[in-house]
């Protein structure tokens, strides 16, 4: 394709020839200039290794925060497992046995392992949680009026191992058990 301007060719612009040399040579200039700033000095190598300690030191300062609270969330992840099943227990228990299985638990406590599976009593040295049900079948509800049809069943769980106050045994007097309630009506069946 032939054009009228002598400048075009081949779909680029001709350059001058003295401009490309120009052009080299400051190129080359800002290379050298480049290579002889490349390098730190000792003195910003010395500033970035003081700098540095102050970013780290409140990172590892907060380690021992994050794994005291990765462990909480497990144990009460674990803990609402153990509710969890023995919530189901109580319901499917008879309303009218529902006492029963409560002393039941006061006098032999359930036992869990480290991921809220029931270990046998055989096992119960190894255990992490422990827990005990308690039941009352008078339930106050607002307004001051009492119901036999309702059962507040209280369920205790103690981790252990985990930094206690209290060494009592019975789990529903215990500080350190966690105490979660539901209530359970009778159905009539």
Do not use: H, W
């Amino acid at each position: 394709m032939a054009t009228s301007s002598p400048q075009f060719v081949s779909g680029m612009i001709r350059a001058n020839p003295a401009s490309i040399t120009t052009g080299r040579n400051s190129l080359r200039k800002a290379v050298l200039s480049l290579k002889r700033n490349a390098a730190l000095t000792l003195v910003e190598v010395v500033l970035a290794i003081g700098i540095i300690p102050f970013a780290f030191i409140p990172l590892i300062g907060m380690l021992p925060v994050g794994i005291d609270m990765s462990r909480q969330a497990i144990d009460t992840t674990v803990q609402s497992q153990i509710v969890q099943q023995l919530t189901t227990e109580a319901l499917q228990t008879d309303f009218s046995n529902l006492s029963t299985l409560a002393s039941n638990s006061t006098r032999k406590p359930y036992y869990f392992d480290d991921q809220g599976n029931k270990v046998s009593d055989d096992n119960a040295a190894g255990s992490i949680y422990t827990a005990a049900i308690s039941a009352s079948t008078n339930t106050a509800l607002p307004g001051s009026v009492t119901t036999q049809k309702l059962s507040t069943v209280t369920i205790c769980v103690l981790n252990t191992k985990s930094n206690r106050t209290s060494s009592l045994a019975d789990l529903t007097l215990n500080p350190d058990a966690k105490k979660y309630v539901v209530l359970i009506p009778d159905n009539g069946l």
